[in-house]
């Protein structure tokens, strides 16, 4: 046996003492073994999102809730303040107000006693607005509305606008007539009080802009935070807005980590006042122009030319009057940023850059190829997963050296009361996969002690709390995802290829009337998955190559070091331009010049135009001339994935056995984490495209490790590994030989083994109330036992004894069959550990000769309670503005469900295994 020293690993310090013995332990035989979990942050523990219902919170309260945070595993909460409860009226404290502040300083301090961190939103509910934002400062729609003039004929009425529900939010801001020809003529200098009287030389249509206001209001706000939304596009709104933050957060400056800005789900909103100044100094023209291309029935090169540079402004605006000043604004006062950059009519790299902590979101949930996850359509709305489009948020924070990128997670994963953790796992290594090292909980309710069960609820989480069921094994998987994001935020992305993201292509696109795209994730299918750029990203993924997007104004800062195109500390191997329609000068010769100094630049095809409207065609002209001059520089090629493996940039080959992958570097080595979502196990060598001399295999749920069998140290290593549907595992690659134990690979001996005999049923906590005891001959739902076992949602206690079918095996694999929904498991009164996600299974060496005892404590969901509550009438819902819906966002009724089943299902066997010698 190798001696449990290492050496040239001082990134890593000694930490995690396993505690259960799981399908792939390390070998406990030795004394002593040496892990290498980074020492634990509050920033690597999972956060979740605290909904502060009406803002109805006391310092009491407050402080149990994040004991209990604390004691689970939970690093910190986001504080979203939102509608309230009926029946604390009394008790709710107006946002911002003193007793609010209060409040916000009770629980930094509690925070700061526990280790915990805290974010809050800016504001309450979403997006951002409320009771500062005056109706100048709102969110902002342009009207136009036509008339048809003829020559001659004079002209004399009021300019009004024709939609009188609308009449308190629109003002004419400008007047023109436009003849045949295009010509304009200026007639707003014309108005009296809104009135024109104007006899025309000519024919004409007369355009009259309206500057509107959208009306929205924040959503789902709380006491002191109803108001209009803001607008987004104007930084005079902005500073507005930020007013009341000035002197209000003076007390919290230096102790509340971030600002967090949600989604942007602002409807409508496609104008503002200084447009079309704006629109003047950013693209060369006057817009007033070429109003009628603005109208939807305008078809044209031209009009879409117009189109674009409307819509390249109004991101512009998003970005630089919204964005980069309210990140500004927050760092100058003390704290860190956290945006959620989809939906925005904008550049969403640039957009998510702004940021200290750009923050993707997760929605709905995955049907998985896995075999044991559960997938049933009356529970779930089906997500289409998308890495790519998650790969934005992650992107902007490589490209612009941010070391975190967070995700909202699990937001509508299943009905409420229906979500296992076994269901959560592969959803949160999902997001883990596209390169998210810090995730939030969609979320967790604050509630009073005397909120009666189930307690205060938001209406589109996986509320993790303790009225829960979800929360009596919930710690096991926060462990799981403390020790994996301890590893995702070691070291920088070792990502290789760079692909470049053709903004003025989507931009550049007939909506079909719209005269804004939102880049969000709901109509991704408009704006993402039909593009040559969707396509190239995609294949390079399935290929093996790790990705990151690169916008054009971060080509600005790249730069070519040793033949690797270098940005913000990042190094790639290659920079991969997609077929595209549209770039600008200034970008192709920042390409172009990458190549000339040695960066492997490769082009699908070269852009065919420049975009917008401004002297297009003579800059078309330049662009077409660099591109001829840059020839010799720059690599054009149909085949991009075999280009670059001629180029010897080579790809993960591992990915060709299913698995999925993300890579990290460290000064030393390399950290794969690797995840099979497939049907099938893998059980066997796998290739690393990198060099080692030792690599670690590490375990995340069990915070095991071992030193990985290894058959070739070249420029390629291979490790044995495996691994089951469901699992994943962490390898930590080292350039210097190491010591340390060995891992421990098993496989089956012989056929499994039932536990057969009489299982004796302590019904231990939970309700509505508690069962009698109970014995079970062969293994079924305990719903079948009685009516009131049916409607308990709760633990129940398994217990039997069985003889030893070998007493010369040493490990035997405990496998609980179908397992609703997780459980704790003792063999001969020695805790063995949590199995809360498939498969429910674990490797033991603790069973005796002769008899044994197993004992298994089960925890189902709250589904069946919540049945049971709804058919006897007990109202629970009682929450303003939307109160409980179902996952249509229709009325939440559980009367018409079915109970889960509930308990251990099936069969229990045990297995006899060996060691396994790789290879063989």
């Known amino acids: 046996m190798k001696t449990n020293h290492i050496r040239n690993f001082a990134l890593f310090s000694i930490l995690i003492t396993a505690f259960l013995a799981c399908s792939n332990p390390a070998d406990t035989t030795s004394t002593g073994i040496v892990e290498l979990w980074p020492e634990v942050t509050s920033t690597m523990k999972p956060w979740t999102r605290w909904w502060w219902m009406g803002n109805a919170v006391d310092k009491e309260n407050i402080t149990k809730r994040l004991d209990e945070f604390s004691k689970v595993g939970i690093g910190g909460v986001e504080i979203t303040p939102i509608y309230g409860v009926k029946g604390y009226e009394e008790k709710f404290l107006r946002h911002l107000s003193s007793e609010w502040m209060e409040m916000l300083i009770h629980t930094l301090d509690e925070a700061d006693r526990l280790g915990l961190g805290v974010d809050m939103v800016m504001g309450t509910g979403w997006p951002y607005g409320g009771p500062q934002v005056e109706p100048e400062f709102a969110a902002g729609k342009m009207y136009i509305q036509t008339y048809t003039l003829k020559a001659g004929e004079k002209f004399g009425q009021r300019i009004t606008f024709k939609e009188p529900d609308l009449h308190t939010l629109v003002k004419l801001q400008y ?471 001629k180029m010897g940039i080579e790809r993960e080959a591992l990915k060709d056995l299913g698995m999925d992958f993300i890579r990290r570097e460290l000064e030393d080595g390399k950290i794969y984490y690797l995840v099979n979502h497939t049907p099938h196990e893998i059980d066997g060598y796998i290739p690393l495209n990198c060099h080692s001399e030792s690599v670690m295999i590490m375990d995340p749920q069990t915070g095991k490790s071992g030193l990985g069998e290894m058959k070739s140290r070249k420029k390629r290593s291979e490790v044995f590994i495996q691994l089951k549907p469901g699992e994943s595992l962490i390898l930590r690659t080292f350039e210097t030989e190491i010591y340390a134990d060995n891992w421990l690979y098993l496989q089956e001996e012989g056929a499994p083994v039932t536990i057969a005999g009489t299982w004796e049923l302590e019904f231990i906590s939970g309700g509505p109330a508690i069962p009698e005891n109970a014995t079970m001959n062969k293994l079924q739902s305990w719903t079948s036992l009685s009516n009131q076992t049916e409607a308990f949602s709760g633990t129940v206690r398994y217990k039997i004894q069985f003889e030893n079918p070998d007493h010369e095996v040493t490990h035997w694999m405990l496998d609980l069959g179908d397992v609703r929904e997780s459980a704790r498991v003792w063999i001969n009164e020695e805790y063995m550990g949590c199995l809360w996600s498939v498969p429910f299974s674990a490797v033991t060496d603790k069973l005796r000769e002769g008899e044994n005892r197993l004992k298994i404590e089960v925890t189902n969901l709250s589904a069946n309670r919540i049945i049971d509550l709804e058919r006897r009438g007990i109202e629970w819902k009682i929450f303003y503005e939307i109160n409980m819906v179902n996952r249509h966002y229709k009325k939440f009724d559980a009367t018409g469900w079915d109970p889960m089943p509930s308990g251990l299902l099936g069969e229990v066997s045990i297995t006899p295994m060996h060691k396994k010698v790789p290879g063989r």
């Open 175 to 645: 007047l023109f007539a436009f003849d045949k020809d295009g010509q304009k003529k200026e007639l707003t200098s014309l108005l009296v009080n809104g009135n024109l009287e104007w006899t025309p030389d000519n024919d004409y249509v007369l355009y009259a802009i309206f500057l509107g206001r959208t009306g929205q209001q924040v959503k789902r706000s709380a006491p002191g935070g109803e108001g209009l939304v803001l607008d987004h596009f104007s930084k005079d709104a902005l500073r507005d807005y930020l007013e009341p933050y000035e002197n209000s957060l003076i007390p919290v400056q230096n102790r509340l980590r971030a600002l967090f800005n949600d989604s942007y789900e602002v409807y409508g909103a496609d104008y503002t006042p200084r447009l079309f100044t704006e629109f003047q100094q950013r693209r060369g023209y006057d817009l007033a122009d070429h109003i009628p291309q603005l109208i939807p029935e305008t078809v044209g090169e031209d009009a879409l030319r117009v189109l674009a540079d409307y819509r390249e402004t109004i991101s512009d605006l998003v970005l630089e009057d919204f964005s980069e000043n309210w990140s500004r604004w927050a760092r100058e006062h003390s704290f860190k940023t956290k945006y959620q950059a989809h939906g925005c009519p904008g550049n969403l790299l640039d957009i998510y850059a702004t940021a200290d902590i750009p923050e993707c979101e997760s929605f709905y949930g995955t049907q998985f190829n896995i075999p044991g996850v559960r997938w049933e359509a009356s529970d779930a709305n089906k997500a289409q997963p998308d890495l790519i489009m998650l790969k934005f948020a992650s992107s902007a924070a490589h490209i612009s050296g941010k070391k975190l990128t967070s995700s909202e997670t699990l937001t509508w994963l299943r009905e409420h009361f229906k979500t296992a953790l076994s269901q959560c796992k592969p959803e949160v290594e999902q997001i883990f996969l596209s390169g998210v090292n810090h995730v939030f909980f969609h979320g967790s309710t604050y509630f009073p002690d005397e909120a009666e069960w189930p307690g205060w609820k938001f209406y589109a989480s996986v509320n993790f709390v303790p009225t829960s069921t979800l929360w009596t094994d919930s710690r096991s998987m926060f462990e799981y995802i403390t020790r994996c994001q301890s590893m995702l935020q070691s070291g920088r992305s070792d990502n290789e290829i760079l692909v470049y993201w053709p903004f003025h292509d989507i931009i550049g696109e007939d909506l079909e009337g719209q005269l804004l795209l939102q880049l969000g994730i709901n109509n991704k299918d408009e704006w993402l998955v039909p593009t040559p750029f969707y396509q190239l990203v995609t294949k390079l993924m399935e290929q093996g190559y790790s990705v990151d997007f690169v916008s054009d104004r971060y080509l600005k800062e790249a730069v070519v070091q040793s033949g690797k195109i270098s940005l913000s500390g990042m190094e790639y191997e290659a920079l991969v331009v997609p077929e595209c329609r549209n770039m600008t000068v200034e970008s192709f010769k920042l390409l172009a010049g990458l190549s000339a100094s040695g960066g492997k630049v490769v082009f699908e095809q070269v852009p065919e135009t420049v975009p917008g409207y401004h002297m297009h065609e003579k800059r078309t002209d330049q662009l077409q001339e660099l591109i001829r001059e840059s020839e010799k520089d720059i690599i054009i090629c149909g085949d991009v994935t075999g280009d670059l493996i």
